[in-house]
Every structure is written in structure tokens, then in C-alpha cells.
């Protein structure tokens, strides 16, 4: 299974609801990523978790919160966003964390995010 | 911080033809890993091809090859004989150690190439 799967593909939220997005890989990969990609540019880091624990925050709103349940499992939370927030997540996973031989990316097919 | 230059927002290739990509960065690493990602419409990221700083083969991968040139910081795609799945937005990466952002990826602005029949 070389396969990171995100659900849901589209979703849809008023700015005062609340919402997960999940990401899943059964690689065994010990570092998980979430990007930011808005329409004709580059994906944009957010968070990266190295053995379960947020080791990255590049200055992204509290209004999104990462969890890492455990190794294969990475969730966004979502709550009170703006309109420009809307815009296609990426999750992102590799082998480790730390190793000189970590780096190559396997991407998801993201979650298309619209909030109304 | 390092950062990646795509200077061509658009190119256009003939089917059949040969296309390159044009890709500059800067750095003062001395290892350190370059990547080309296309992001079909599905919005999929896929690993066109990568490069290791420290070998100094250019990499290549059925049509796709780079011409990597590290004292001049450049590191251009080339794709040949393209077909029209080839249209995509293509990506230029750059992965280095950081104390900030640990092994994450850095891209570029980005090359939209059109195929035309």
C-alpha cells in the first residue's frame, strides 16, 4: 500500500460550524505533513509531525488545529474559518523524520475546502 | 531560507515535441535533494523525478531528465516526445535539512504546460 488517502475529497462549511479533515497512510512513515494549496499556487507548509508529535507550526491561525492519534493517522480540525480559508489540503507523508535518506513526499489527493 | 525560482508561468510543447522547464534556486547547503512534481487537474501531487546535490549523473526517468547544475543553482526539466497526459502545473522542489521546517518541501511558483495535438 503505498497510498496516503484523505477524506472527505469535498467539503462545504459555514464559517461558524466546525469540521475534521483525515488523512491515513499504512506505509509506516513516521512523518506527516498538512499543506495549504490555493488555486494556480504552490502547495504552502502548515504542520509537520515527526513520531507523532507537531514539530513544525509555520504560524498557521488557531482556527485550524492538527492532531497526530498515532503514527498513521493525521487529522485538521476546523473552526470559526474565514472565506479565505477556502482552498485545496494536502496531506503529506514520509519515511523519518530525520533521516538523510527521507526525501521523498507521497501526497494525497487532498480535500477541496469551501467556506461559504 | 532557500528558495525556488520558476520563471516561466506558461510554456506550450507540440505533441511529439520536447519541452524544457526552467528552474533556479538558492542555497547555501551543500546536500540537499531537488524535485519535479506535476499536479494534473485531478490536483494529485506526483514525483515527476528527483535529484540527489551530491551526484553529478542527471537524473532521468523514461522521457522526463533534468540537466542539474549546481554551481549555477539550476536545475531545468526536460520532457520528450510529449504527450498530451504531460499537461499539468509542474513543480520544482528543494528538501534540505532546516532547523525551522525540518525536511519539508520548498516549491516553486510553479510552469503550467499546455500540450497541444
Known amino acids: 500500500d503505498t497510498e496516503v488517502t484523505q477524506t472527505p475529497k469535498h467539503l462545504v462549511m459555514g464559517m461558524t460550524n466546525k469540521k475534521s479533515l483525515k488523512c491515513e497512510q499504512h506505509?509506516?512513515?513516521?512523518?506527516m505533513y498538512w499543506y495549504k494549496q490555493k488555486a494556480k499556487k504552490p502547495p504552502e507548509l502548515m504542520f509537520v509531525?515527526?513520531?507523532?508529535?507537531?514539530?513544525i507550526n509555520e504560524s498557521v491561525p488557531s482556527r485550524f488545529s492538527p492532531e497526530c492519534p498515532n503514527s498513521s493517522l493525521l487529522n485538521l480540525h476546523l473552526h470559526a474559518l474565514q472565506p479565505e480559508d477556502s482552498a485545496l489540503y494536502l496531506c503529506?507523508?514520509?519515511?523519518?523524520?530525520?533521516?538523510?535518506?527521507?526525501?521523498?513526499?507521497?501526497f494525497g489527493s487532498g480535500t477541496q475546502l469551501s467556506v461559504l | 531560507a532557500q528558495t525556488v525560482t520558476q520563471s516561466q508561468p506558461e510554456m506550450s510543447v507540440q505533441e511529439a515535441e520536447t519541452v524544457t522547464l526552467s528552474c533556479t534556486y538558492d542555497?547555501?547547503?551543500?546536500?540537499?535533494?531537488l524535485f519535479w512534481y506535476k499536479q494534473p487537474p485531478s490536483r494529485q501531487m506526483i514525483l515527476v523525478i528527483r535529484?540527489?546535490?551530491?551526484?553529478?549523473q542527471n537524473a532521468t526517468e523514461n522521457r522526463f531528465s533534468v540537466n542539474f547544475q549546481k554551481a549555477a543553482k539550476s536545475f531545468s526539466l526536460k520532457i520528450s516526445d510529449s504527450q498530451l497526459g504531460d499537461a499539468a502545473m509542474y513543480f520544482c522542489?528543494?528538501?534540505?535539512?532546516?532547523?525551522?521546517?525540518?525536511?519539508?518541501?520548498?516549491f516553486g511558483k510553479g510552469t503550467s504546460l499546455l500540450v497541444t495535438p
Open positions: 522542489a528543494y528538501r534540505s535539512w532546516d532547523s525551522n521546517s525540518g525536511y519539508a518541501l520548498n
Open positions: 542555497t547555501s547547503e551543500s546536500d540537499y535533494y
Open positions: 535529484q540527489e546535490a551530491y551526484k553529478q
Open positions: 506505509m509506516g512513515h513516521r512523518a
Open positions: 509531525y515527526s513520531y507523532e508529535k507537531l514539530s
Open positions: 503529506a507523508s514520509s519515511h523519518h523524520p530525520d533521516s538523510a535518506t527521507n526525501e521523498k513526499l507521497f
